[in-house]
C-alpha cells in the first residue's frame, strides 16, 4: 500500500494525528527488562500493542538502535508492526543526506532492509541527494524544513532572496511542494515549536502532510500546532511525541502507563481539531 494512502486511512479509521516515537533508552527501561539481550525489542513491542489503535503511524529514531548494535531488533520491530497492526505506518527517523550513489544505499536500507513505509531525509545537498529516495513511489520521503531545535534557526531561517525575503526553511518547503513531489509521496518536519513557520509551510504546501516533533518534552504546544499546521478537514498532520509517552511509569506495568498518556495525548489533539 502507498504510504500516503495508508496515513490517511489511518487518520481516519483512528480518528488520531499522534504519531508515537520509538528512541528506547535502555538506561530507563523498568527492572525487569534490564540485562536481557532483547530488551530494546521488547520495550517497544509492548509499547506499539499497547497504543496501535491510538496512532496514525510509529516513528522508530535509528540511532537509538544502531548506537547500541540493535539493528536487528529494529528490524525485528518493524517486522512485527507490520504483522500485528498491518494498517499502521512506519517511519523511519534517519534524517539521511548524501550523495546520489551514497543516497542509493541508504534508501535500499530504510525500504527494503528495514522496510519502512517512509524516511525523513535531509534535503540540504539537493535534489539529486533526494531522488533515489523518490524513486520508491510508494514510499514517503519525509524532508527536514523547519526543525524544532533551537539551532535550527542557525540556517533554515537564512534570508536567500526573492519576494519579500523568502527564508531557506520556505525554499525548502516550496521545491519540494511544486518540484519534488511528482508522485505525491513527500512530507515535511516543521517542529511544534515554531508555530508561525508551521502556518507558513502550510500555506506554501497545501495538503502535503507535516511530521511535527517537539510537542511534549520539547515544550510545543498542542493547540498552537494543531491550530496553524492542520487542513482544511482538520488532518494533514503527524504530531509525534516520543519520551513523555514512552517513559510515562518506570515499572512493570510502563505499557499501561503509555497508553494513557497516548490516549491523553490524542484526545488533546483532537480537541483542537
Wanted: one cysteine or more.
Amino acid at each position: 500500500m502507498h504510504f500516503m494512502t495508508a496515513l490517511k486511512a489511518a487518520w481516519a479509521q483512528r480518528n488520531s494525528l499522534l504519531c508515537v516515537g520509538l528512541d528506547p533508552d535502555p538506561a530507563r527501561f523498568p527492572a525487569h527488562l534490564q540485562g536481557r539481550p532483547d530488551a530494546i525489542f521488547q520495550f517497544c513491542k509492548a509499547i506499539v500493542d499497547a497504543t496501535a489503535d491510538l496512532v496514525c503511524c510509529f516513528k522508530p529514531q535509528i540511532a537509538y538502535f544502531a548506537a547500541r548494535r540493535a539493528e536487528d531488533q529494529l528490524e525485528a520491530l518493524i517486522e512485527h508492526i507490520h504483522a500485528a497492526h498491518p494498517d499502521t505506518p512506519v517511519v523511519l527517523d534517519a534524517k539521511r543526506g548524501d550523495i546520489g550513489s551514497t543516497a542509493e544505499q541508504y534508501a535500499i536500507e530504510a525500504f527494503e532492509r528495514y522496510r519502512a513505509d517512509a524516511v525523513t531525509v535531509s534535503p540540504y545537498m539537493g535534489r539529486d541527494t533526494v531522488e533515489p529516495y523518490l524513486a520508491y513511489a510508494d514510499k514517503g520521503v519525509i524532508l527536514l524544513c523547519r526543525t524544532s531545535n533551537a539551532g535550527g534557526s542557525d540556517l533554515q531561517f537564512l534570508d536567500v532572496g526573492g519576494a519579500g525575503g523568502e527564508k531557506l526553511y520556505e525554499r525548502v518547503a516550496r521545491l519540494v511542494a511544486e518540484e519534488w513531489n511528482a508522485s505525491g509521496n513527500c512530507g515535511l518536519v516543521v517542529g511544534a515549536t515554531f508555530p508561525a513557520e508551521i502556518a507558513r509551510v502550510r500555506m506554501l504546501t497545501g495538503d502535503m502532510p507535516l511530521l511535527v516533533p517537539g510537542i511534549g518534552a520539547q515544550g510545543g504546544d498542542i493547540a498552537a500546532t494543531v491550530t496553524a499546521g492542520r487542513t482544511a478537514d482538520g488532518g494533514g498532520l503527524m504530531i509525534s511525541s516520543s519520551r513523555a509517552i514512552l517513559y510515562a511509569a518506570g515499572g512493570e506495568d510502563f505499557a499501561v502507563a503509555s497508553r494513557r498518556a497516548a490516549l491523553a495525548t490524542r484526545d488533546e489533539i483532537n480537541l483542537c481539531r
